[in-house]
DNA sequence: CGATTGTTAATTGTCAACAAACCACGTTAA
DNA sequence: TTAACGTGGTTTGTTGACAATTAACAATCG
């Protein structure tokens, strides 16, 4: 069993700037050239043009044919309340399933996800907060099949994150969080779930 | 005003494989090699990648790093019932908001949709239908707000589309669009949101 | 006989050069 | 003055060649 040590370029480039994207330090509209971007990673226009699309279809970034792309704008209210609505249904869908199971190994890197954020906040190291935030919800709907949800829920919590200004409440969202586990850990099914739906705002 | 004629060449590659995927006439697992679509259309591999890469994040390719693309197989019963929740989120949020203005246009468009989706029946034109199927609920989200929602509607409908057994019953899937019309026309919002909803399945 | 290791053919990943499209700016003419 | 029209420079789109990786098969060893 090998891991994949060095994975593509494209995937490298596009790891890097869905973090810079989503840290929010750009203002919507920023551009981003390839040719700049090429040399700043050191590598070819075609890997950067391969993140480039795959940020695109994810929804961070906004392109035009033959002009180039642009750091996407936050959601309209009215996408953003959809989209609300979308990742609600996909981690209560995805909490369910795991309460058919139970599985242990899901608690176990969920506490240690609750560990590290709760470090990660006392220190304040912002950007790895918001790491910490999206992993949890990820450990979430990759424990529903196998990781089937994945693909569909990616997009939008990444649409979600966009410029999100709601990382700042850095205490009471790890207490939310720490309220799911809670629940899970006691079997609560319905009440883990009201307070997972509940915390997604 | 000039109108795109010739769009990119990776959108007419992705456009075109996209109806050869959603016909239905691919067995899953079927592989998609660049250097034989380069000759198929006659362009380089560039554009061929960069369309087989929008057809993976649309979910209806599955793609391993160094290996290739294959068609993806139908999702799971229970990726299906999730994502036909989010379908039914994101088209019913469209209808609602459509009745906060009912524009006249859209139901023109919707009439016309339906009298071409008739005759396509009647003449068993298969292909077309499922275009004119799509087509239908894309007006829908369309219609809310210049189209904000298409992006995120898009891969969730694809992924239901994808080897669809349901085209088959051409005329019930007829009557229940044309009852949605009826009621938008009616002015019943309760009533059209409803038949909309139990229409997505 | 089974498992492991080389080898090879096929396929994707990457690169640099060239072509086409777009945008801003200055010019011209009504 | 203003609107239309070229024009130059910048950026994306496309291409073909080359490098890296994979999977299947053959040979080797325990």
Redo the contacts between chains.
């Keep these: 069993m090998r891991m994949?040590l060095v994975?593509?370029l494209q995937?490298q480039v596009a790891s890097h700037l869905r973090l810079r994207i989503l840290s929010g330090q750009l203002a919507p509209g920023t551009p981003f050239r390839e040719q700049v971007l090429a040399e700043e990673f050191g590598v070819s226009r075609g890997p950067i043009?391969?993140a480039l699309?795959?940020l695109t279809?994810?929804?961070l970034l906004h392109g035009r044919?033959?002009v180039g792309v642009r750091v996407a704008a936050a959601?309209?209210p009215?996408?953003r309340?959809?989209?609300v609505?979308?990742r609600r249904?996909?981690e209560g869908?995805a909490l369910a399933?795991w309460f058919q199971t139970r599985d242990a190994a899901l608690l176990e890197r969920l506490d240690a996800n609750l560990a590290e954020y709760q470090r990660a906040c006392a220190a304040s190291e912002f950007g790895r907060v918001v790491e910490l935030d999206m992993a949890f919800h990820r450990l979430l709907v990759e424990s529903?099949?196998d990781g089937?949800?994945v693909?569909?829920w990616l997009?939008?919590i990444l649409?979600m994150f966009l410029r999100y200004s709601r990382h700042r409440m850095l205490v009471e969202s790890y207490q939310e969080h720490a309220a799911v586990v809670a629940a899970m850990h006691a079997g609560d099914e319905a009440g883990a779930i009201a307070l997972l739906r509940a915390h997604i705002v």
């Design positions: 994949k994975p593509n995937e043009r391969d699309l795959t279809k994810e929804g044919p033959n959601p309209s009215f996408k309340a959809v989209i609505n979308l249904e996909i869908a399933r529903a099949e089937s949800l693909d569909v997009p939008v649409r």
